[in-house]
């Protein structure tokens, strides 16, 4: 048998060649599609799962519709809203990326199903109200829109990599469809108003008590002699004055759905449950510091626990919160489909709380790395102390808040707080630097101290930027899509 010629092994070699490059090139390409392809897939079985309840009901297919949109925004919560909670602590590398994905998905879920809002205002925060729409058909068309501009937004908000307020998408949404279905008299602009100056006081809030817990912790226990000592008397303190904080802030937050508490009664629940905290965590705090050296090193590795715990509390809260807030649209959707009717508030249905839950915590897993490494270490770099400081600021900010009557957005509470101990940080660093020049006879030149900056501007600019932008690009969407549903349907 003759041997096949050298040349016909060399072509082999190369077509081999060329498929082994063209499947390689394939997976490279479909590798950013698999994201997009399972949420879109989570999409088509909320339609596909509201459309079994529905049956063959009159209006079915709308709710259909309206459940695909509002898994999409669930999607978007998920991949935005999130990272504000679980970014600090993977910036302080106490969690890793995937460790803080699955803490953050089984307490959103969990605050979503066990404690979210059972009343949800259809028009969130009394925006718009219900009777200044023509009919139900209007005032659908109008939820619907809402729901999937305040979606597109957040979608194009976390493309560009900027963290903002769910609160304040939905609240655009619902102004702009309103506007477009009712006219101007239709919004109540006084709560506008009230929104907007959220808009400046979360963040200057979040960022106050932040660099003002740093401050505490660099003068109490970074900045003394006997590093452990310190440790061992404040941590405990801080522990108990954490736990006392969430105790307070889920009481008052998010357990609205078992039980509602007061501000007062919530309080007392925080003072009981942090002195019970600084209690078990004393002789804790002791033997996990036992034969440590004294460096800062040993402290950060004491605030890693309490942050991870903490985390995983905010998302709970998020969770109890954020969700019922966002399917409140939809929630107004099936109760006018169902009842042909309109109403200031509906019981939101178990099977909506869990699009929004699960739909939150895919888009969290599918798309939440992004702003996550962003909010945790883009902005500044923090360790765990720093984080730590986050987290109890966003907290206390809420309690503090709800107590002077003021909205708030637990995004801008969370970012406002990286920036804020970045900031001081910056600020602590100038200060150290110019006395110890003072004290050794230099100056810093302004050159050297400009490099020395611990805050990227650039991320506030970005930042800020989409914050105002929110609400009106928000409305401006949504009266599009208002008047494109509803000539559609005419």
């Excluded at 200044?132 to 597109?152: C, E, G, K, N, R």
């Amino acid at each position: 048998m003759a041997t096949p010629p050298i040349n016909q092994w060399k072509t082999l070699d190369k077509d081999l060649s060329r498929i082994g490059l063209l499947e390689e090139a394939t997976q490279f390409v479909a590798r950013p599609l698999v994201a997009p392809g399972i949420g879109l897939a989570f999409i088509v079985l909320a339609g596909v799962f509201a459309a079994i309840l529905m049956g063959a009901q009159p209006g079915g297919l709308i709710v259909v519709f309206a459940a695909a949109i509002g898994a999409y925004m669930a999607l978007n919560i998920g991949a935005n809203d999130v990272a504000n909670n679980m970014g600090p602590a993977v910036g302080a590398n106490a969690l890793t990326l995937g460790g803080a994905l699955i803490i953050a998905a089984i307490f959103e879920v969990s605050g979503s199903l066990i404690a979210g809002g059972d009343v949800v205002k259809t028009v969130s925060t009394g925006i718009l109200a219900p009777e200044a729409v023509p009919d139900a058909a209007h005032f659908i068309w109008a939820m619907m829109a809402a729901l999937l501009a305040s979606a597109l937004w957040l979608h194009v908000a976390t493309w560009m990599g900027a963290p903002v307020s769910t609160t304040h998408s939905i609240v655009g949404g619902v102004v702009g469809a309103g506007v477009a279905a009712a006219g101007f008299g239709a919004v109540n602009w006084p709560a506008i108003a009230t929104i907007s100056a959220s808009w400046v006081i979360s963040p200057i809030m979040g960022g106050i008590f932040a660099a003002l817990f740093l401050a505490f912790i660099k003068a109490k226990i970074i900045y003394v002699e006997d590093k452990i000592a310190a440790a061992r008397k404040w941590v405990p303190m801080l522990i108990g004055f954490m736990s006392g904080t969430f105790a307070a802030y889920l009481a008052l937050k998010g357990l609205t759905k078992i039980l509602h508490i007061s501000l007062g009664a919530s309080l007392l629940i925080g003072v009981l449950v942090g002195l019970v905290a600084w209690g078990v965590s004393v002789p804790l705090v002791r033997a996990q510091s036992a034969g440590q050296e004294n460096r800062k090193k040993t402290l950060k590795k004491l605030f890693t626990i309490p942050l991870i715990v903490s985390a995983a509390l905010l998302s709970f809260a998020h969770g109890a919160n954020d969700v019922a807030n966002a399917v409140g649209p939809l929630a107004a959707i099936v109760h006018a489909v169902q009842d042909g009717t309109l109403s200031d508030k509906v019981e939101v249905p178990f099977w909506i709380m869990a699009v929004g839950a699960f739909g939150i915590s895919v888009g969290l897993t599918l798309f939440g790395p992004r702003l996550i490494k962003l909010v945790g270490s883009e902005i500044t770099k923090l360790n765990a102390m720093r984080a730590y400081c986050v987290a109890l600021s966003a907290a206390i900010t809420v309690i503090v808040a709800s107590w002077l009557g003021l909205p708030v957005s637990s995004t801008h509470i969370a970012v406002g707080g990286v920036f804020g101990v970045g900031f001081y940080r910056e600020w602590h660093a100038e200060r150290r630097a110019r006395l110890l020049g003072l004290q050794k006879g230099k100056v810093v030149p302004p050159e050297e101290r400009s490099r020395r900056l611990l805050v990227r501007r650039s991320h506030i600019t970005t930042v800020v930027a989409a914050w105002i932008i929110t609400v009106p690009a928000s409305a401006v969407l949504s009266a599009g899509l208002y008047w494109l549903m509803n000539a559609l349907d005419g």
